[in-house]
């Protein structure tokens, strides 16, 4: 298994949620209401003695709620998950008052067979029905037309298969997703990728990043790169500074500052952070 298949997988549904109701309704049939837009809970939001890896909220045009996603990635089998899926579970439900769905992916088809036959038997106990999946239930996507329209699904299924040669007959289609994505979510996504695949395959998508793709595009793309990387360093430094003068950050103003790439602001930020007594010093 790629060593960052877990993170890269975690990273790219929380880029685009939209994969998570994409596995609901193409690999269980389960009909999903009309979807307009969505939110990753904060991690504060969550239990304190159980984490999930990832908790998604999903909403109408009129920003209704619908639906609420727990996704879980089990790389090993944990007989203990019987109980602590039924905590997140239940406490999304109880705390937004909606119907939550438990996504799980298994890296290994023995472990995703071994816990679907523990949730067949739940006796006396609180049923839960878990959805999982495994690699062999995203195929790979190779057609170019669909990676352009999909470029999540695209890379999903990639990181899914990061451990398979076979994945360098989607670079192609890959690389299409990429450009689809744009330049300036394009880099984000290269890098989830590169995370879940192998070293061997990482090395192979450089070279034919580097050979196949027209040189104005890959040097947009290391540029945007670096201008991530540099954004990235200022917002921790930021953070970290507002954390040593015992200033509270409220998690919709920690989210707004990562979401952040415009160097000159973050720059102004991290100046006022420095004699900032209170938030609103910063980022008012």
Known sequence: MPTGE???????????????????????????????????RPVEARTRTYRADGMTLFYDKDDRLLLGIVLEVQRR??????WTWKVYV?????????????????????????????FKTEGLSLHLRPFIYTAADVPLVVDVER???EPALA??????????????????????ALEALGPEKGPRYNQILL?????????????????????????????????????EARVDGLLTILEVRGVSVPVEVVERIRGCTDLDQLDIWFRRGITATAIADVVA
């Not at 939209?18 to 209401?33: D, K, S």
């Not at 398979?164 to 299409?176: C, D, I, K, Q, S």
């Not at 192979?204 to 196949?212: E, Q, R």
Request: glycine share 4%; hydrophobic share 40%.
């Open 90 to 118: 239940a406490h999304l439900e109880t705390e937004e008052q909606v119907n939550a769905a438990l996504v799980v992916y298994c890296t290994s088809p023995r472990v995703a067979r071994r816990y679907r036959r523990l």
């Open 155 to 176: 890379l999903l299924s990639a990181i899914c298969h990061g451990r398979n040669p076979g994945v360098v007959t989607a670079f192609p289609a890959l690389v299409e």
């Open 77 to 82: 089998w944990d007989p203990g998950k019987r």
């Open 195 to 231: 995370s879940g695949l192998s070293e061997a395959l990482q090395r192979s998508w450089g070279a034919f990043m580097t050979s196949a793709t027209d040189r104005r595009y890959i040097d947009e793309f290391s540029h945007q790169i670096d201008i991530r990387a540099r954004a």
């Open 6 to 40: 877990h993170e890269s997988t975690i990273e790219l549904v929380e880029q685009s949620p939209e994969i998570l109701v994409w596995l609901l309704a193409n690999l269980h049939g389960i009909q999903v209401p009309r979807i307009h837009h969505a939110r990753r």
């Open 147 to 149: 990676a352009r329209a």
